[in-house]
Protein backbone atom coordinates (compact mmCIF):
# COMPACT_ATOMS: atom_id res chain seq x y z
CA UNK A 1 0.00 0.00 0.00
CA UNK A 2 1.14 3.45 -0.70
CA UNK A 3 -0.18 6.71 -0.55
CA UNK A 4 1.15 9.71 -1.81
CA UNK A 5 0.51 13.10 -1.36
CA UNK A 6 2.23 15.61 -3.54
CA UNK A 7 0.65 19.50 -4.11
CA UNK A 8 0.86 21.13 -0.69
CA UNK A 9 2.79 24.62 -0.85
CA UNK A 10 2.57 27.96 0.71
CA UNK A 11 -0.58 30.19 -0.08
CA UNK A 12 -1.80 33.57 1.05
CA UNK A 13 -4.91 33.51 3.13
CA UNK A 14 -8.18 33.84 1.45
CA UNK A 15 -6.42 31.14 -1.44
CA UNK A 16 -6.94 28.38 -3.04
CA UNK A 17 -4.84 25.07 -3.34
CA UNK A 18 -5.96 21.49 -4.52
CA UNK A 19 -4.43 18.15 -2.82
CA UNK A 20 -3.86 15.09 -4.39
CA UNK A 21 -3.22 11.80 -3.25
CA UNK A 22 -1.84 8.90 -5.62
CA UNK A 23 -2.99 5.72 -4.10
CA UNK A 24 -1.37 2.58 -5.33
CA UNK A 25 -0.63 -1.46 -4.10
CA UNK A 26 -4.88 -2.16 -2.95
CA UNK A 27 -7.54 -1.84 -4.87
CA UNK A 28 -8.53 1.90 -4.48
CA UNK A 29 -11.81 1.98 -5.90
CA UNK A 30 -13.37 -0.61 -3.11
CA UNK A 31 -11.95 1.65 -0.21
CA UNK A 32 -13.92 4.65 1.66
CA UNK A 33 -10.90 7.20 1.48
CA UNK A 34 -10.17 9.67 4.22
CA UNK A 35 -8.15 13.44 4.29
CA UNK A 36 -7.03 13.96 7.65
CA UNK A 37 -4.40 16.59 8.82
CA UNK A 38 -2.57 17.59 11.86
CA UNK A 39 -1.65 21.81 12.97
CA UNK A 40 1.58 21.49 14.96
CA UNK A 41 1.01 20.41 18.69
CA UNK A 42 -2.45 19.51 18.01
CA UNK A 43 -3.64 15.82 17.70
CA UNK A 44 -4.35 14.53 13.96
CA UNK A 45 -7.59 15.30 12.98
CA UNK A 46 -10.41 13.89 9.94
CA UNK A 47 -10.82 16.36 7.37
CA UNK A 48 -13.41 14.78 4.67
CA UNK A 49 -14.58 11.50 3.98
CA UNK A 50 -15.85 9.87 0.57
CA UNK A 51 -17.16 6.39 0.06
CA UNK A 52 -16.28 4.18 -2.37
CA UNK A 53 -18.36 5.27 -4.88
CA UNK A 54 -18.23 9.24 -3.95
CA UNK A 55 -21.78 8.46 -2.69
CA UNK A 56 -21.47 9.26 0.78
CA UNK A 57 -19.45 12.66 1.55
CA UNK A 58 -18.87 14.21 4.68
CA UNK A 59 -16.82 17.31 6.46
CA UNK A 60 -15.20 18.63 9.54
CA UNK A 61 -17.08 21.15 10.75
CA UNK A 62 -14.32 23.28 9.73
CA UNK A 63 -14.12 22.48 6.15
CA UNK A 64 -17.72 22.46 5.20
CA UNK A 65 -18.32 25.14 2.52
CA UNK A 66 -14.62 25.67 2.16
CA UNK A 67 -13.09 22.51 0.84
CA UNK A 68 -13.99 19.89 -1.73
CA UNK A 69 -12.98 15.80 -1.38
CA UNK A 70 -13.20 13.99 -4.71
CA UNK A 71 -11.65 10.70 -5.99
CA UNK A 72 -11.52 9.21 -9.61
CA UNK A 73 -11.48 5.65 -9.59
CA UNK A 74 -10.14 5.41 -12.63
CA UNK A 75 -6.79 6.99 -11.83
CA UNK A 76 -7.16 5.32 -8.13
CA UNK A 77 -6.58 9.63 -6.90
CA UNK A 78 -8.32 11.41 -4.36
CA UNK A 79 -8.74 15.14 -4.16
CA UNK A 80 -9.04 17.98 -1.78
CA UNK A 81 -9.97 21.21 -2.77
CA UNK A 82 -9.67 24.22 -0.47
CA UNK A 83 -10.76 27.39 -0.98
CA UNK A 84 -11.02 30.29 1.27
CA UNK A 85 -7.92 29.07 3.09
CA UNK A 86 -7.19 30.48 6.30
CA UNK A 87 -3.63 30.48 8.82
CA UNK A 88 -5.86 28.21 11.29
CA UNK A 89 -5.35 25.93 7.64
CA UNK A 90 -1.49 25.16 8.43
CA UNK A 91 -0.91 21.51 8.63
CA UNK A 92 0.64 18.43 7.18
CA UNK A 93 -2.54 16.68 5.29
CA UNK A 94 -2.88 13.00 5.18
CA UNK A 95 -4.56 10.69 2.75
CA UNK A 96 -5.60 7.50 4.47
CA UNK A 97 -7.70 4.61 3.02
CA UNK A 98 -10.44 2.58 5.49
CA UNK A 99 -8.80 0.45 7.66
CA UNK A 100 -5.23 1.65 6.81
CA UNK A 101 -2.71 1.93 9.25
CA UNK A 102 0.32 3.09 7.12
CA UNK A 103 0.24 7.08 7.00
CA UNK A 104 2.30 8.45 3.91
CA UNK A 105 4.74 11.69 4.80
CA UNK A 106 1.75 13.55 3.74
CA UNK A 107 1.82 17.30 2.15
CA UNK A 108 2.56 20.83 3.93
CA UNK A 109 0.21 23.21 3.64
CA UNK A 110 1.40 26.99 4.74
CA UNK A 111 -1.21 29.61 4.64
CA UNK A 112 0.26 33.06 5.49
CA UNK A 113 0.70 36.55 3.94
Known amino acids: VQLVEPGGGLVQPGGTLRLTCEAS????????MYWYRQAPGKEREMVATISDDSSVIDYADFAKGRFTISRDNDKSTLYLQMNTLNPEDTALYYC???????WGQGTQVTVSS
Open 96 to 102: QRFGGNK
Open 25 to 32: GFTFEHYE
